[in-house]
């Protein structure tokens, strides 16, 4: 009886269009407008790039010429440098091609058009080579025959503290925020589906539903028939969800990307036992249940940053305790978690904490579903 159940539960869910609409079609295209509208915009303003510059050699200084060559052939060099005249130098800087001028003299200084973190990285790096280059000079003077050794330690020192160290094996894009909340939107919004199957099952709200408590199936072997049916729709919408993101709009989930997939699955079930509890509530009309479902899962994604990016901040300034009980933080944050931290302590907690959640609105609605008699029908 069950397998049959579940079989026509699923045919039924197959044929709901709000289910291609909410949960296929609609995170689609906000994901594609959020890629549109976001996808450039780290590269451009927060991530690293080479820092151009002119250097104007008026005097002869082998070893600083040295330490550029050997930062411009690194993997990823530090600096992009044009060895130019002072008037072409000069020219670059007020076209904004480059940021500074460095100019080679008895001592090295720096020109610039303005100030800013680029600018105040060459500063930093001329600082640095200067205080070097003196300590460098003081040693050739008491073993002259050991200059070139000096100059390629000086170098070597120089090169290697101007590599970039990564905080993180992950994606540091923070603009990455808001597709995990549009996975969660999508994991919420499988709410739908639970509550579509649970309204199909009640006589006062649904015609099927009134045919159906005269059938003999017992009520509680349809009630997890139904649970089961839309956790599987909802669990092939997250996974299309997730491909179309991470291969189609190349979305950077990380190197972990083997975990998303579960993550979003439980983060459905989630999203689905809200629907279920919600179905199950009181004696509200389809539309009422409808608008409490939409409104709070709207405001639960809001408080999540899925409108505002700082939001989830705020929240957390505000009401700490919020953002662990809100299920759209709650997955989100899962996901942020399994993109940053290198363990899986805080990965772990929060795939705890979904699954408590998950459990409480399950026992929530059975224990709303109980002693529920429809004999006015």
Not at 63 to 81: D, G, M, Y
Not at 88 to 102: F, Q, T
Not at 199 to 204: E, S
Not at 338 to 367: H, P, Q
Request: aromatic share 10%; charged share 20%; hydrophobic share 45%.
């Amino acid at each position: 009886m069950f397998l049959r159940l579940l079989k026509y539960k699923l045919k039924s869910g197959f044929r709901n269009k709000d289910l291609i609409i909410w949960l296929i079609c609609f995170p689609i295209l906000l994901g594609t407008v959020f890629k549109v509208g976001f996808g450039s915009i780290y590269e451009k303003t927060e991530k690293f790039s080479a820092i151009p510059v002119a250097v104007v050699e008026e005097s002869e200084n082998p070893a600083f010429r040295q330490v550029i060559e050997n930062i411009q052939s690194a993997e990823k060099p530090f600096l992009t440098v044009s060895f130019v005249d002072k008037e072409k130098a000069e020219k670059l800087l007020d076209s904004g091609d480059v940021e500074g001028i460095i100019f080679i003299e008895d001592k090295l200084h720096l020109t610039v058009k303005e100030k800013g973190l680029q600018e105040t990285m060459l500063k930093s790096f001329i600082e640095q080579y200067s205080v070097r280059e003196k300590i460098a000079m003081e040693a050739v003077k008491t073993a002259p025959e050991k200059a070139q050794e000096v100059i390629a330690t000086l170098s070597e020192e120089t090169v290697s503290s101007c590599r970039e160290i990564p905080l993180t094996q992950g994606n540091p894009d923070i603009y990455i925020q808001y597709f995990y909340n549009l996975i969660a939107m999508v994991a919420m919004f499988g709410s739908t589906t639970g509550m579509a199957m649970v309204i199909n099952d009640q006589p006062n709200l649904s015609a099927l539903g009134a045919r159906k408590s005269c059938a003999p199936a017992k009520k509680s072997v349809s009630t997890v028939a139904s649970f089961t049916a839309s956790c599987i729709l909802h669990t092939a919408c997250m996974i299309i969800c997730i491909t179309f993101l991470a291969f189609v709009l190349k979305v950077d989930f990380g190197d972990r990307l083997w975990l998303v997939y579960p993550t979003a699955i439980i983060s459905g079930i989630l999203g689905v036992a809200y629907g279920s509890f919600i179905g199950h509530l009181g004696h509200m009309s389809k539309r009422m249940k409808i608008t409490v479902l939409m409104t709070s899962n709207m405001f639960l994604c809001f408080l999540s940053g899925l409108m505002v990016g700082n939001m989830k901040a705020i929240v957390a300034e505000k009401v700490p305790w919020l953002n662990n009980i809100n299920p759209v933080a709650v997955i989100s944050d899962s996901f942020y978690c399994l993109n940053i931290y290198e363990n899986y302590d805080r990965y772990i907690t929060k795939m705890i904490t979904m699954a408590i959640i998950t459990v409480i609105f399950i026992s929530l609605g059975i224990i709303s579903s109980r002693r529920k008699t429809y004999a006015s029908i």
